[in-house]
């Protein structure tokens, strides 16, 4: 979520929405019927053969995603979207990467803990045929609730108990302090308690990385910061690459054709859109694939650009 880095009123009260936007949702008639997936999209790059889960979606005013933008421009972006005005439906796309003796997943969901159309992770690993046991690694792009709470369970034991945890050494410090819930808004301070015992939970098992470590052979920590200190991407060798962006880029629309857009949950707004227009600006001219954590399931595309716009194509 955000801190008061770069926070002001109107920030704050967009963020104020969001909370009780979420606190609403388990009463929204908006939600849909709970089904588990029983088949995910797969493909393979390079060395490494891709499953992409969802753990849900997340239901947020689309107001948080482009705080200040224009009423019109905005309006016309949600007519492009299957989500219900004024509301965004943030995917998250999780995947799950076999490579040699090696079962990585990249981040864990929500566990159900933050939102109620969240949590499904375990259960569609499961009903896919995977033990969570057998997974090798665990990369953790940063410590927001929808990428980490699936930790544990409620009697804090790991989800997945045979694994390593790779977490920027950045990102670490930053939620691990004892003064972090200070530099956050106060709506947003409740979110620090689960979020320092999800990672507690990790700390006899963490490996901290940083721009450039490769967690295997071809796969490589891309520094991606803003929307929290320490946040990363996956780089993945192989055909013209692949991204896994975590929330570098967070909303096929409005992150690629709009990327100066101030979105409310990057703690540092600035570096979040320096970040986005750079890593846009790279993928579009190299052709880089991108696998996105919150676009339109399954989550992969292409950024386009026609002078010096941006479009999403999904492959």
């Not at 797969?42 to 053969?49: E, I, K, L």
């Not at 990428?147 to 989800?159: K, P, T, V």
């Not at 108990?161 to 530099?183: C, D, K, L, R």
């Not at 339109?296 to 999904?314: E, M, T």
């Amino acid at each position: 979520m955000g801190t008061s880095t770069g926070c002001n009123g109107r920030d704050f009260l967009n963020r104020r929405k969001f909370i009780i936007a979420t606190a609403g949702a388990l009463a929204s008639p908006l939600l849909p019927d709970r089904t588990l997936a029983s088949s995910v999209h797969a493909f393979r790059h390079g060395d490494f053969d891709i499953r992409v889960f969802s753990d849900g979606h997340m239901i947020v005013p689309a107001s948080m995603l482009a705080i200040g933008a224009p009423a019109n421009k905005l309006k016309e972006v949600l007519r492009r979207t299957d989500a219900p005005a004024p509301m965004a439906w943030p995917a998250a796309n999780i995947p799950l990467i076999k490579v040699g003796g090696d079962l990585i997943l990249v981040d864990v969901g929500d566990g159900r803990y933050f939102q109620p159309t969240e949590g499904e992770l375990l259960g569609s690993l499961r009903l896919n045929g995977v033990d969570p046991a057998s997974i090798t690694k665990v990369v953790l792009t940063h410590a927001h609730p929808d990428h980490i709470w699936g930790i544990a369970n409620s009697a804090g034991e790991l989800n997945y108990p045979n694994a390593t945890y790779y977490v920027g050494g950045v990102e670490w410090n930053f939620w691990m302090n004892s003064g972090v819930a200070g530099s956050l808004p106060a709506d947003f301070r409740g979110i620090v308690p689960r979020t320092q015992r999800a990672l507690a939970a990790i700390a006899g098992r963490v490996t901290f990385v940083k721009h450039g470590h490769e967690i295997v052979s071809g796969m490589k920590v891309l520094d991606t910061p803003g929307h929290t200190p320490g946040q990363f991407s996956l780089e993945l060798e192989g055909d013209t690459g692949l991204i896994i962006t975590a929330d570098a880029l967070t909303h096929e629309v409005i992150s690629f054709e709009y990327p100066e857009w101030v979105n409310g949950f990057d703690l540092d707004s600035d570096v979040a859109i320096s970040t986005r227009k750079k890593l846009l600006t790279r993928v579009a001219m190299e052709r880089t694939k991108l696998l996105g954590f919150h676009f339109r399931y399954p989550g992969i595309g292409y950024a386009d650009a026609l002078n010096s716009v941006y479009r999403f194509v999904p492959a």
